[in-house]
Nanobody, 115 residues
C-alpha cells in the first residue's frame, strides 16, 4: 500500500506561483511513476506532469515552460512548481503513484488562479 498526501494549494493571482508537494509513504519501493493530474469543473481529469523512477519527465503541452516536476528521494516527496499561473490552471490537483499492479491517488488540493 502507498499513501499520498498533497499540500500547497491555494488562491493565487494570475502570473503568480505555487508549489505543490506530495509526500508518499508505505511501499515506496514499488512505485515506478509519480505524477500530478488536475481536474477542473466539468472537464475530464488530465495529466499535468509525470516523473519516472529513472528520472524521465513528461509535461502536458499546456504547462510546458511554466511548471516543473521534481522529487526529493530523501523525503519521498514529489513537487510541482507552478509559475506564470493562468486562470485556466484552476483545478483540483491530485498526486498519483503507479506501481506494477496498482494506482494510488492523493486526496487532491485546490488551486485557484483569480484576481
Amino acid at each position: 500500500q502507498v499513501q499520498l498526501v498533497e499540500s500547497g494549494g491555494g488562491l493565487v493571482q494570475p502570473g503568480g506561483s505555487l508549489r505543490l508537494s506530495c509526500a508518499a509513504s508505505g511501499s515506496i519501493s514499488s512505485i515506478h511513476v509519480m505524477a500530478w493530474y488536475r481536474q477542473a469543473p466539468g472537464t475530464q481529469r488530465e495529466l499535468v506532469a509525470q516523473i519516472t523512477r529513472g528520472g524521465s519527465i513528461n509535461y502536458a503541452d499546456s504547462v510546458k515552460g511554466r511548471f516543473t516536476i521534481s522529487r526529493d528521494n530523501t523525503k519521498n516527496t514529489v513537487y510541482l512548481q507552478m509559475n506564470s499561473l493562468k486562470a485556466e490552471d484552476t483545478a483540483v490537483y491530485s498526486c498519483n503513484a503507479q506501481s506494477l499492479f496498482r494506482t494510488y491517488w492523493g486526496q487532491g488540493t485546490q488551486v485557484t488562479v483569480s484576481s
